[in-house]
């Protein structure tokens, strides 16, 4: 669907990705700057099993870049207290039309294959 993505190998995303495009070593530093910019984990009972754990923001989306100039970081720290999670809340990805400029099946397979990473469709 292009509207969310999952961590499949955490290993290398550790040691190939966050060190050249984030400057950064933990991914818990990943996580908190992804919660800084509003990016939601998806749940189980939301979303399914195979999007359990995907990372997602509405303007996030494959094949629109521009989008991610609208993301806005927060400029207040967190009071260290989890919300609890809203099942209810969470979009159905499944249930909505594919983003525009997806990828083919073998397009996936093909890019994946290259990092062994991400997993962007579900």
């Given at each position: 669907h292009g509207r969310a993505f999952k961590i499949?190998?955490?290993?290398k995303f550790k040691?190939?990705?966050?060190?050249?495009?984030f400057k950064i070593d933990k991914y818990e530093?990943?996580?908190?700057?992804?919660?800084?910019?509003?990016?939601?984990?998806?749940?189980r009972t939301g979303s399914g099993?195979?999007?359990s754990g995907a990372l997602y923001h509405e303007y996030?989306?494959?094949?629109?870049?521009?989008?991610?100039?609208?993301?806005?970081?927060?400029?207040?720290?967190?009071?260290k207290i989890r919300p609890a999670a809203n099942f209810l809340g969470e979009p159905n990805f499944f249930a909505m039309l594919a983003c525009h400029g997806?990828?083919?099946?073998?397009?996936?397979?093909?890019?994946?294959?290259?990092?062994?990473?991400?997993?962007?469709s579900y």
């Open positions: 499949i190998n955490m290993a040691t190939e990705v966050l060190p050249k495009h530093t990943f996580l908190r700057q992804c919660s800084i910019y509003s990016l939601r984990r998806l749940t099993p195979n999007s996030l989306l494959r094949g629109r870049p521009l989008l991610c100039q609208k993301m806005i970081r927060a400029f207040n720290k967190g009071t997806t990828m083919t099946q073998s397009q996936n397979e093909q890019s994946k294959g290259r990092l062994g990473i991400f997993k962007t």
